[in-house]
């Protein structure tokens, strides 16, 4: 059997090493589009490949007609950070202005061609997100769920207590959403990535966004939020289901384990539910 990794043979050189594999590679020239996720907690990229038969062009949304001779990637790159994601637009919105000049410079394309010197289009899916949260319905009683005003919109991993040594149970990326009246925990779906066709955008753009209610409580049913262990990522949220103390043994608490992307993440979440709860209070 090879070992792996595969040992460097004496005076080698950069010249002889094996190149990165990958799944896919596409030149920025066609980078035709990118979404800023709500809250800046993701970057999708928007590909239109033209085959060579034919020059058939799709437009922004990634929509294509049946006899048109494109091929559409659709990638989303979880930043979980404002400055990370803003950071990400810029560079591949220069250097896919950089591609366009060079690739009309090689073919020698007028102004009036196919190719943009603008570059990729920019846009947000904030109104995606703020219609997702607003048609959301409870799983109990099937009602809609009242969202109030959004105040932070953050992408964590969701993880459980270990019940064992044999107890291996991996942990599931959620949105933590909150606003003044309620906090909630949601599954993100994007169209093409082979979630369920009832669950997304019935326009079917690819990488469009359609949100599903795990858990939700109301913000005065928080007890605590805090730190987890000593791990700076992971915070525990405490929530009373019961109406009063003395029913908590009926009921007991109920816990959210989070991991956020850093703890610069996990201090914004906590800040930001503790500052929602205080002022929820007060009106």
Not at 43 to 51: A, E, G, K, V
Not at 100 to 127: H, M, T, V, Y
């Amino acid at each position: 059997k090879r070992k792996f990794p595969s040992p460097i043979p004496q005076g080698a050189r950069f010249q002889d090493g094996w190149l990165p594999h990958s799944a896919a590679t596409h030149g920025l020239v066609h980078l035709k589009r990118m979404t800023i996720g709500f809250g800046f907690q993701r970057l999708t990229l928007h590909f239109i490949i033209p085959n060579s038969s034919n020059k058939q062009k799709a437009d922004l949304t990634g929509k294509t007609k049946k006899s048109s001779s494109v091929t559409v990637f659709c990638y989303v790159i979880f930043t979980c950070s404002k400055s990370k994601c803003v950071e990400l637009l810029q560079q591949l919105q220069s250097r896919a202005k950089e591609a366009i000049a060079k690739e009309r410079l090689f073919l020698k394309l007028s102004a009036q061609d196919d190719i943009s010197e603008d570059g990729p289009f920019i846009d947000n899916d904030d109104k995606w997100i703020l219609d997702s949260l607003h048609s959301i319905h409870s799983n109990t009683d099937n009602s809609l769920v009242y969202i109030g005003a959004v105040l932070h919109y953050q992408l964590v991993q969701q993880h459980w207590k270990s019940r064992g040594a044999d107890y291996e149970r991996g942990s599931v990326r959620r949105v933590c959403v909150v606003t003044d009246a309620n906090i909630l925990l949601l599954d993100e779906d994007y169209f093409g990535d082979g979630c369920d066709t009832h669950l997304v955008s019935s326009k079917e753009i690819l990488g469009s966004v359609k949100l599903q209610l795990i858990d939700f409580a109301s913000l005065s049913q928080i007890v605590e939020i805090c730190a987890a262990n000593q791990d700076p990522c992971a915070i525990t949220l405490v929530i009373r289901k019961a109406s009063n103390k003395l029913l908590s043994a009926v009921k007991p608490d109920h816990k959210w384990r989070l991991t956020c992307k850093d703890g610069e993440g996990a201090e914004a979440l906590i800040d930001e539910v503790r500052r929602a709860k205080t002022q929820h209070r007060f009106l």
